[in-house]
């Protein structure tokens, strides 16, 4: 059985920060590319970041220098660092175990993340 956890959401003023974990069971993490997504009220879900296997990096040009996508493979879990946030970051961040060779795509539950003064 696949399980993706998220933590480390909240609330946190403009310009603090948060780390978001993502612990994976279930899957080879080692070799499995993983994201972050986010989604605000109203709108789709949206890429964040992605880790390849490769530990190659790709981001949305909106958190580009903010935000840092990681991986600790022997842990089996992503985090997502955002620093320097802003009320448009507000969301429901999740987590997502990328398409392997057959298709299969797993998420997380999500976490809120409340971007307020």
């Known amino acids: 059985q696949v399980q993706l956890v998220e933590s480390g959401g909240g609330l946190v003023q403009p310009g603090g920060s948060l780390r978001l974990s993502c612990a994976a069971s279930?899957?080879?993490?080692?070799?499995?590319?993983m994201g972050w997504y986010r989604q605000a009220p109203g709108k789709q879900r949206d890429m964040v970041a992605i880790s390849t296997s490769g530990r190659s990096t790709n981001y949305a040009d909106s958190v580009k220098g903010r935000f840092t996508i990681s991986r600790d493979n022997a842990k089996n879990t992503v985090y997502l660092q955002m620093n320097s946030l802003k009320p448009e970051d507000t969301a429901v961040y999740y987590c997502k175990a990328e398409r392997d060779l057959y298709g299969a795509v797993y998420w997380g539950q999500g976490t809120q993340v409340t971007v307020s003064s």
């Open positions: 279930g899957i080879p993490f080692r070799t499995r590319a």
